[in-house]
T-cell receptor
C-alpha cells in the first residue's frame, strides 16, 4: 500500500521551456502533497506544501511564479517549472500524506535537465 | 546548528554484519521519527515510523528513539548487499507538515 507515482522520471529540454511534473497517490487519498528538490549528495529541500483544493504554501526563497503547483484532486498534484533555465536542473521529488499524522510516502522523483 | 545531524558516511560493512545508523536532533518538539531508504536515482522509501520514545522492530530493522538524549537509531541485522543505499532520518513536530531530514548516510554492504 501507500504507492506514489511520479511522472515523468526524466526530462531533458531547452532553456525557456515549461515543464510539468505529475504526482499521483495510487491507493490512498492524499489530503496533503509536498514537493522537494534534491541536489547531488544532499538531503531533500522542501519547496512547497499543497492541500487539495487550496493554494500551495511555499517555503522561503522558492518563487511561486516560477514553480506553479496545482492540487486539483485528492490523488493528483502537479508542479510546473515555468520558463526553465539551467539552474533549475535538479532532482524533483513529490510526496503524499493521507491525513494528519500519517507519514509521507515519496514518488521516485523526476530528474530535470535544462540545456 | 542544524536541527537534525546525521553522519554522511560513507559506511562499508561486510555482508551479515549488524549496521547501526544514528541521528541527533536539537528540537525537543519533535514527536514523530522516520527512517527512509533511498536508492540511487529513486525517491525515499519509508522503512520505519515511530512516535515518541521507544523501540520498534520490523523484520531485520529496529528503530530506537531516545527523546531524553535527542538521539535516534536504526539497526539492520544480517545486512545484505541489497541494503546498500542512502539512509535518511526524518522527524516532525506534532501535527506539523514539515519533515526535517538528516543529510543521509550512504551504506555499502560488501558481499
Amino acid at each position: 500500500g501507500a504507492v506514489v507515482s511520479q511522472h515523468p522520471s526524466r526530462v531533458i529540454c531547452k532553456s525557456g521551456t515549461s515543464v510539468k511534473i505529475e504526482c499521483r497517490s495510487l491507493d490512498f487519498q492524499a489530503t496533503t502533497m509536498f514537493w522537494y528538490r534534491q541536489f547531488p549528495k544532499q538531503s531533500l529541500m522542501l519547496m512547497a506544501t499543497s492541500n487539495e483544493g487550496s493554494k500551495a504554501t511555499y517555503e522561503q526563497g522558492v518563487e511561486k511564479d516560477k514553480f506553479l503547483i496545482n492540487h486539483a484532486s485528492l490523488t493528483l498534484s502537479t508542479l510546473t517549472v515555468t520558463s526553465a533555465h539551467p539552474e533549475d536542473s535538479s532532482f524533483y521529488i513529490c510526496s503524499a500524506r493521507e491525513r494528519g499524522i500519517q507519514p509521507q510516502h515519496f514518488g521516485d522523483g523526476t530528474r530535470l535537465s535544462i540545456l | 546548528q542544524k536541527e537534525v545531524e546525521q553522519d554522511p558516511g560513507p559506511l562499508s560493512v561486510p555482508e551479515g554484519a549488524i549496521v547501526s545508523l544514528n541521528c541527533t536532533y536539537s528540537n525537543s518538539a519533535f514527536q514523530y521519527f522516520m527512517w527512509y531508504r533511498q536508492y540511487s536515482r529513486k525517491g525515499p522509501e519509508l522503512l520505519m515510523y515511530t512516535y515518541s520514545s521507544g523501540n520498534k522492530e520490523d523484520g531485520r530493522f529496529t528503530a530506537q528513539v531516545d527523546k531524553s538524549s535527542k538521539y535516534i537509531s536504526l539497526f539492520i541485522r544480517d545486512s545484505q548487499p541489497s541494503d546498500s543505499a542512502t539512509y535518511l532520518c526524518a522527524m516532525s513536530k506534532t501535527g506539523a507538515n514539515n519533515l526535517f531530514f538528516g543529510t543521509g548516510t550512504r551504506l555499502t554492504v560488501i558481499p
